[in-house]
């Protein structure tokens, strides 16, 4: 296999292996090379293989991380499955931005390893922009890092029963006892609204410390749900809707307290100037470690799809 780091990826998040052939015979036959690939840089792209489209990305998956695919729970955003537990990239509008965030940071259990496959290309953008976020770590204020170390953040979701994705696509089901004693064990607390409507608030870190690398890493969802990162016609159009407390998602500090719009400005600034963008080619594999580099997605005009996978559950603190 080919390895160059002045290829698509640049900066630490910066391996990118060319080959031909299967892309499952190529892991197979490199896994440990390539899984010490992913530690030192955070990501790896596989590029000019025969991934074998979303069908092939479940084989990935298991010759990669030496298991099945995670099913996508707790859900935050619109998604459909594929097959299986390959299930398509945030179904958002195409003209939308999709803010920097790690997966499933706002959980008590994550994925450490994600996968994506790109099945068709953008015309134009498109791109799966990757921020290492130990870097955004280091270039935050400390005072500000200390103050979200202290306080923790809280993450406020909102489930209105005509507007965002129903709680019952989030927890996949409509049984109010299992979404109760899910509640429970994920330590979240649950409020049934008279509307039938739910709302459940979440206590977490800010700062994790990598279970592999020992880094500290700036790993959360506090900067994605907050109402400021939306599109400013988007935030401002659900402001006039729903009072805070009512949005679909917010985010404060972890006693309540509200997070200035100062901070958010920083935290954004961190996340953009710790990233990396490269153009998708179809058939490219990405695979990301989500305690080391956070991603987002760039509007784009085209056919762009890409499938999206994930594995080996973590709660590293």
Same mark, same amino acid.
């Given at each position: 296999?080919?390895?160059?780091?002045?290829?698509? $990826?640049?900066?630490?998040?910066?391996?990118?292996?060319?080959?031909?052939?299967?892309?499952?015979?190529?892991?197979?036959? @490199?896994?440990?090379?390539?899984? *010490?690939?992913?530690? *030192? @840089?955070?990501?790896?792209?596989?590029?000019?293989?025969?991934?074998?489209?979303?069908?092939? $990305?479940?084989?990935? %998956?298991?010759?990669?991380?030496?298991?099945?695919?995670?099913?996508?729970?707790?859900?935050?955003?619109?998604?459909?499955? !594929?097959?299986?537990?390959?299930?398509?990239?945030?179904?958002?509008?195409?003209? *939308?931005?999709?803010?920097?965030?790690?997966?499933?940071?706002?959980?008590?259990?994550?994925?450490?390893?994600?996968?994506?496959?790109?099945? =068709?290309?953008?015309?134009?953008?498109?791109?799966?922009? $990757?921020?290492?976020? /130990?870097?955004?770590?280091?270039?935050?204020?400390?005072?500000?890092?200390?103050?979200?170390?202290? /306080?923790? +953040?809280?993450?406020?979701?909102?489930? @209105?029963?005509?507007?965002?994705?129903?709680?019952?696509?989030?927890?996949?089901?409509?049984?109010?006892?299992?979404?109760?004693?899910?509640?429970?064990?994920?330590?979240?607390?649950?409020? +049934?609204?008279?509307?039938?409507?739910?709302?459940?608030?979440? $206590?977490?870190?800010? %700062?994790?410390?990598?279970?592999?690398?020992?880094?500290?890493? +700036?790993?959360?969802?506090?900067?994605?749900?907050?109402?400021?990162?939306?599109?400013?016609?988007?935030?401002?159009?659900?402001?006039? !809707?729903?009072?805070? *407390?009512?949005?679909?998602?917010?985010?404060?500090?972890?006693?309540?307290? &509200?997070?200035?719009?100062? &901070?958010?400005?920083? #935290?954004? =600034?961190?996340? /953009?100037?710790?990233?990396?963008?490269?153009?998708? /080619? #179809?058939?490219? &594999?990405? %695979? &990301?470690?989500?305690?080391?580099?956070?991603?987002?997605?760039?509007?784009?005009?085209?056919?762009?799809?890409?499938?999206?996978?994930?594995?080996?559950?973590?709660?590293?603190?």
């Amino acid at each position: 296999m080919t390895i160059t780091e002045t290829g698509p $990826l640049r900066g630490s998040l910066a391996a990118c292996v060319t080959g031909s052939g299967p892309v499952r015979a190529h892991i197979d036959a @490199h896994r440990r090379e390539l899984r *010490e690939l992913l530690t *030192e @840089h955070g990501a790896v792209l596989l590029r000019g293989f025969d991934s074998g489209g979303a069908e092939g $990305l479940d084989g990935t %998956v298991r010759s990669f991380s030496g298991s099945a695919p995670l099913t996508y729970a707790e859900r935050s955003s619109p998604r459909s499955t !594929i097959t299986g537990q390959v299930y398509t990239s945030t179904d958002y509008p195409a003209d *939308e931005e999709i803010f920097l965030h790690n997966e499933n940071s706002y959980q008590a259990a994550w994925p450490l390893t994600l996968y994506f496959a790109c099945l =068709a290309e953008a015309h134009t953008e498109g791109a799966t922009p $990757l921020a290492d976020i /130990r870097e955004v770590y280091r270039s935050l204020d400390p005072a500000l890092r200390e103050e979200f170390e202290r /306080r923790g +953040w809280r993450v406020v979701r909102n489930f @209105h029963g005509d507007f965002g994705v129903p709680w019952q696509e989030t927890f996949s089901t409509s049984d109010r006892d299992r979404v109760a004693a899910y509640c429970r064990d994920k330590g979240l607390q649950v409020h +049934w609204r008279p509307d039938g409507g739910l709302r459940t608030t979440a $206590l977490r870190q800010a %700062v994790h410390t990598h279970p592999v690398t020992g880094d500290r890493v +700036w790993f959360n969802h506090a900067t994605f749900f907050h109402v400021t990162s939306l599109a400013p016609e988007v935030g401002e159009g659900l402001r006039e !809707i729903f009072p805070d *407390e009512d949005l679909p998602t917010n985010t404060y500090y972890g006693d309540g307290g &509200v997070i200035p719009d100062s &901070v958010m400005d920083e #935290l954004r =600034a961190a996340y /953009r100037a710790a990233s990396t963008r490269f153009d998708w /080619r #179809l058939g490219d &594999v990405l %695979v &990301v470690d989500n305690m080391r580099a956070a991603h987002g997605r760039e509007p784009f005009t085209g056919p762009r799809r890409i499938a999206v996978a994930m594995a080996e559950p973590s709660d590293a603190r």
